[in-house]
């Protein structure tokens, strides 16, 4: 039943912005602590950012602040992932994640995880 599906991914220019949008079902979504991690082939997965329950806290890794931003929307069951000013480095799969037992940097301590959305920064 509970289910994360990822989507807005795609190829864009380097400088250019894209909007990733994580649809929850399962009634999780508003109880539960929402992150976005990313994932290069052959290497480890990687913390983006996350956020509380109300969407009131937030913590980005230091590669993404100023230019990501996560967002939520309860009404929606929708959580939100805007990139600007985009990098060839911001290359990679992007994960949706919901619901931590711990440390949010950790992959380990959440619950449940969409497919991924590919998302391919060119120079």
């Known amino acids: 039943q509970v289910q994360l599906v990822e989507s807005g991914g795609g190829l864009v220019q380097a400088g250019g912005s894209l909007r990733l949008s994580c649809a929850a079902s399962g009634g999780i979504f508003s109880n539960c602590a929402m992150a976005w991690f990313r994932q290069v082939a052959g290497k480890e997965r990687e913390f983006v950012v996350g956020?509380?329950?109300?969407?009131?806290?937030?913590n980005y890794a230091d590669s993404v602040k100023g230019r990501f931003t996560i967002s939520r929307d309860n009404a929606k069951n929708a959580v939100y992932l805007q990139m600007n000013s985009l990098k060839p480095e911001d290359t990679a799969v992007y994960y949706c994640?919901?619901?931590?037992?711990?440390?949010?940097?950790?992959?380990?301590?959440?619950?449940?995880w969409g497919q991924g959305t590919q998302v391919t920064v060119s120079s």
């Open positions: 994640t919901a619901c931590a037992g711990g440390s949010w940097n950790s992959q380990t301590v959440w619950s449940y």
């Open positions: 956020s509380s329950r109300s969407g009131a806290l937030t």
